[in-house]
Nanobody
Framework: VQLQASGGGLVQAGGSLRLSCVVS????????MDWFRQAPGKEREFVAG????????YYGDSVKGRFTISRDNAKNTVYLQMNSLKPEDTAVYYC????????????WGQGTQVTVSS
């Protein structure tokens, strides 16, 4: 299984980006797909997650109301739509997958850089 994250870039504050995480190798229907981010000198932070089966979503407090996570089963892809971006959203964003009943992340994407200028 491979996770390929993409869509990062440089954007001005208030702008939008959409990140993608393509899953290849197998379907992860019994998994949860999460996005994390890590800024320089800071700990990794949970951003958003979605259950592949059923589509339940959940968000970190710092992004609620601004970010939206979704999935496309046909494309085996999870998206993170990021609106109203702030400079503090600047980080490397990673997608990761864990079994619904598990706590360990089995698969990680390579990360995509998001930079928000003020």
């Amino acid at each position: 299984v491979q996770l390929q994250a993409s869509g990062g870039g440089l954007v001005q504050a208030g702008g939008s980006l959409r990140l993608s995480c393509v899953v290849s190798g197998r379907t992860l229907s019994s998994y949860v797909m999460d996005w994390f981010r890590q800024a320089p000198g800071k700990e990794r932070e949970f951003v958003a997650g979605i259950k592949w089966s059923g589509g339940s979503t959940y968000y970190g407090d710092s992004v609620k109301g601004r970010f939206t996570i979704s999935r496309d089963n046909a494309k085996n892809t999870v998206y993170l739509q990021m609106n109203s971006l702030k400079p503090e959203d600047t980080a490397v964003y990673y997608c990761a997958a864990r079994a619904v009943a598990g706590t360990r992340y089995e698969y990680w994407g390579q990360g995509t850089q998001v930079t928000v200028s003020s």
